[in-house]
């Protein structure tokens, strides 16, 4: 099984999914796992259908027939579950990702890091160090696989790592001009704003200075879209296809003429008077000489537009394209943590409380490692906010604002300063623009409570932690979060961070690329009779080595809120 999986592997994961949750939705909505089995197992046996994904198919070999229905309904859980909590599906690449996660646990995997066969991903058997090998292995993939759709991060992207050499890798696909053409030089980035400029386009238009004379000459290269490079050579251009624009307007044509040049005759007329235009070009050369009986005013706008002939040097101004993949390596590190209590703690709990403390130690772990993860990529874009130059100011001006209008009223104005937040992100990553936004309290609470046609609630009860509040507007996903974003002492301005989301995973502005899943595993009981269990895993939680991907994050400083 590949450990670096493709961009169509990721797709066919999401497609798998997809139909394999059409056909788990019973016919009342509740899940049939049964018929996601024989959906499986049909795809398993004819090529024509939806390939399993790899890593599932792995998952399944090592499962007992059993089994098998549990761990599919564990997995459409997952995705059911991510759904809930972002207002979305995920993507092909959590997917892939998560699958690779429980496939980590599966027991031939095991060995790979360092555990064996020791490995026990469940939380039922807190009062033992010894696990029954046969009923349990199952349950370690599932738990990897559910992990992951909870712990995920929504402006993420999900590369699989290898689990032996902890190696990853994102992909960068970027297309430039492979030769100098228009006003494109070799080398030039032909993505993002770039893309548009003069460059397959026989067509040249070029600006002149208003006059009763203006020549000039048609050449291969241009500085802009209406300036020729006096440096470079002339061209050959297309008989019969010359004509003078003035503002904006044909004002006279190329007419086909005895001799190399040929006559170019019009008329224009501006404020009541009637301006002559005529002149030559010379195709074979492309030089041109316009003439205005009078002389065309200040302020007149004037182009020529010919259009090049390519097979006067056809290799040199066919415009020609590069696709490059740069490759950038990235490398899984270790997060660690014990779990432990002693066996008079631990029979305390499960007589007077009826839970374990080691199964209650072991869910703070979990989330711990969660929430410590979600911060930390936080932290990651807010530093990359401040120093990218995307900050703005959103004065709520409500003390003023208070006279007029009502809070909702003031809240559409942000839209403006939302919009362009969000075309300078696009326009600095040459792909996406703002997709979330995570705010502090005080403007959590206004935006939750906005009129429905402004704001559809996520419907998830607050927490202490980072949740999605709703979606804004139908533009951005609104999430709260109590830490790296921030409020005045007073309540009246607030910090929002808003971070864009690609719709390549390995064009967002973090990646995740983990090793191995996060799991437990059973610590022997010491002298002192205190048993546990360890917390492992191999993680990459990084901004996105791709300078133009990493920018993907924007401050928007809010002030006079009251």
Avoid: C
Wanted: charge should be negative.
């Amino acid at each position: 099984m590949s450990n670096h999986p493709t961009l169509a592997d990721q797709r066919r994961a999401a497609r798998f999914t997809t139909e394999l949750r059409a056909v788990a939705a019973g016919s009342n909505g509740t899940l049939d796992s049964a018929a996601a089995a024989d959906f499986v197992t049909a795809a398993e046996s004819r090529p024509g259908n939806t390939p399993v994904p790899e890593a599932l198919a792995a998952i399944l070999d090592s499962t007992p027939p059993t089994k098998r229905e549990s761990l599919l309904s564990n997995f459409l859980d997952g995705v059911s579950n991510y759904e809930k909590e972002h207002g979305r599906a995920p993507g092909g690449d959590l997917i892939h990702y998560a699958l690779h996660m429980g496939h980590s646990l599966v027991p031939s995997q095991r060995k790979l890091i360092g555990l064996g066969n020791t490995l026990d991903n469940t939380l039922d058997s807190a009062e033992s160090g010894h696990h029954d090998q046969i009923s349990l292995h199952p349950n370690a993939p599932a738990i990897g696989i559910i992990t992951s759709f909870v712990q995920a991060i929504p402006f993420a992207g999900y590369v699989s790592a290898d689990m032996k050499s902890n190696e990853g890798r994102v992909i960068i696909i970027s297309h430039n001009a492979e030769n100098d053409a228009g006003e494109v030089l070799a080398g030039d980035s032909l993505d993002g704003v770039p893309s548009g400029d003069v460059f397959m386009t026989s067509e040249r238009s070029i600006a002149l200075a208003p006059g009763a004379t203006m020549a000039g000459n048609f050449r291969a290269r241009m500085t802009d879209d209406q300036t020729v490079d006096g440096a470079s050579p002339p061209v050959r251009i297309l008989k019969g296809r010359t004509a003078v624009y003035v503002n904006g307007k044909i004002a006279a044509r190329e007419i086909e003429s005895a001799g190399a040049a040929q006559t170019i005759v019009g008329s224009v007329i501006l404020a009541g008077t009637t301006y002559a235009i005529g002149g030559t070009v010379t195709p074979s050369t492309g030089a041109f000489a316009i003439t205005s009986a009078p002389a065309l005013p200040a302020g007149a706008l004037v182009h020529i537009t010919g259009f090049i002939d390519f097979e006067d040097n056809q290799s040199a101004l066919t415009a020609r394209f590069s696709t490059k993949a740069e490759v950038f390596k990235i490398y899984a590190n270790p997060d660690r943590g014990i779990v432990r209590a002693s066996v008079d703690a631990i029979g305390q709990f499960e007589a007077e409380v009826g839970l374990s403390p080691l199964t209650m130690s072991s869910e703070a772990a979990r989330i711990q490692f969660m929430n410590e993860r979600h911060y930390r990529a936080l932290r990651k874009l807010y530093r990359i906010a401040q120093s990218n130059g995307n900050v703005e100011t959103f004065n709520f001006d409500w003390p003023n604002a208070s006279q007029q209008k009502i809070r909702s009223m003031v809240w559409l104005d942000f839209l403006a300063v939302l919009g362009i937040t969000g075309q300078r992100m696009a326009e600095a990553t040459k792909d996406h623009g703002v997709t979330q936004l995570y705010v502090p309290r005080n403007v959590g609470a206004q935006m939750k409570y906005l009129p429905r046609d402004m704001f559809t609630p996520a419907g998830i009860t607050e927490r202490a932690g980072i949740y999605r509040l709703g979606r804004f507007m139908d533009v951005v996903d609104v999430y709260y979060s109590p830490k790296v974003v921030s409020q005045t002492a007073d309540n009246k301005g607030a910090t929002i961070l808003a971070i864009g989301t690609s719709m390549t995973a390995a064009r967002n502005p973090i990646i995740i690329s983990d090793a191995v899943a996060p799991s437990f595993f059973p610590l022997s009981t010491g002298n002192d009779m205190n048993s546990g269990y360890g917390f492992y895993a191999r993680t990459y939680t990084e901004t996105n080595p791709h300078d133009l991907s990493a920018v993907g994050a924007a401050l928007i400083e809010v002030t006079n809120l009251f």
